[in-house]
């Protein structure tokens, strides 16, 4: 949608009443970004924000402008969601978060080329106290473990419901660093870990640590690397499917073991393994 078409579709409506607002393919005219930005400040009941693909300004030139959309941001009391993907947010996370007022129930920070400095910032935020869903899929995670995202882990611990760390690079050893922090995650129902090169081992250890998470009820796991080509972090190429239903197959006996055999698990056309977790007591 053209600019001038978003600003003539927000003129016409009752800003009062829009509780969810996304906006997609963004505006780079600093001077568009201020004229939205006046608009969204206005939006006081706003929920839930979704923005892709905004270009944020924190260079000398562009820093008045960013200012000013942070001062609109931050009028938004009632904002519990925020999502932001496909922007460059390198050390500057600090920036955008800060100005809130009130702490988030839901963070999607997709693709966004975070830094170790922007996952320290946000682990000793008021934002730990209350988040229930964090999303950082698309983020190069693997040099924060150890450190910064298993302390983020152990913050968010007590309320964190849904976590999502798809295609972040995270290799064996990472999982196995964040084990610890993640076991904590008492009221964790869905993990998210597709597209991560991770072994069939891996896989293993890290269901029989979480096999205790009694709320856990969706899991999306990787393609273990015996089973495709990684590169830079993505599964490339195609699957071997022979060696897959072996992996399957060694799961089910695991999550027998264990008895959680309630979990079932299958390769998905963007291959990755979709274990959903029933209420195991429910049905025994």
Same mark, same amino acid.
């Given at each position: 949608m053209p600019f001038n078409s978003l600003l003539g579709v927000l003129k016409t409506l009752e800003l009062d009443f829009i509780q969810e607002l996304e906006v997609f393919d963004w505006f780079r005219a600093l001077s568009e970004q201020r004229l939205f930005a006046? /608009?969204?400040?206005?939006?006081?009941?706003? *929920?839930? =924000?979704? !923005?892709?693909? @905004?270009?944020w300004s924190f260079s000398p030139d562009?820093? #008045?402008?960013?200012? @000013? @959309?942070?001062? #609109? =941001?931050?009028? !938004?009391? *009632? =904002?519990q969601k925020l999502h932001l993907s496909y922007s460059y947010l390198s050390g500057n996370l600090q920036q955008v978060l800060s100005c809130l007022q009130a702490p988030l129930h839901a963070l999607e920070i997709r693709f966004c080329t975070?830094? &170790? %400095? &922007?996952?320290i910032y946000l682990s000793h935020s008021? *934002? %730990?106290?209350c988040l229930k869903k964090l999303d950082l899929s698309g983020n190069n995670l693997s040099y924060?473990?150890?450190?910064?995202?298993?302390? !983020?882990?152990?913050?968010?611990?007590? %309320?964190l419901q849904h976590l999502t760390l798809n295609h972040c690079q995270l290799k064996d050893a990472h999982l196995k660093a964040i084990l610890p922090a993640l076991c904590c995650?008492? /009221? =964790?129902?869905?993990?998210?870990?597709? &597209?991560?090169p991770v072994s069939k081992a891996g896989l293993l250890s890290l269901l029989e640590h979480t096999a205790g998470l009694m709320e856990l009820k969706q899991v999306l796991y990787p393609i273990p690397v015996e089973c495709c080509v990684y590169l830079h972090g993505l599964s490339w190429g195609p699957v071997n499917k022979g060696k897959l239903c072996q992996v399957q197959a060694e799961i089910q006996k695991f999550l027998q073991t264990v008895q959680r055999a309630d979990i079932l698990h299958e390769p998905l056309a963007s291959d990755f393994l979709c274990l959903e977790l029933r209420n195991f007591e429910s049905q025994s």
């Open positions: 006046t /608009q969204l400040g206005r939006i006081c009941n706003l *929920h839930s =924000l979704k !923005l892709a693909y @905004y270009h562009g820093e #008045q402008s960013s200012s @000013y @959309y942070l001062s #609109q =941001l931050s009028k !938004l009391t *009632h =904002l975070l830094l &170790d %400095t &922007d996952i008021l *934002h %730990t106290t924060m473990v150890p450190g910064p995202l298993e302390t !983020l882990l152990g913050k968010v611990s007590g %309320t995650c008492s /009221q =964790l129902s869905s993990l998210g870990l597709s &597209d991560n």
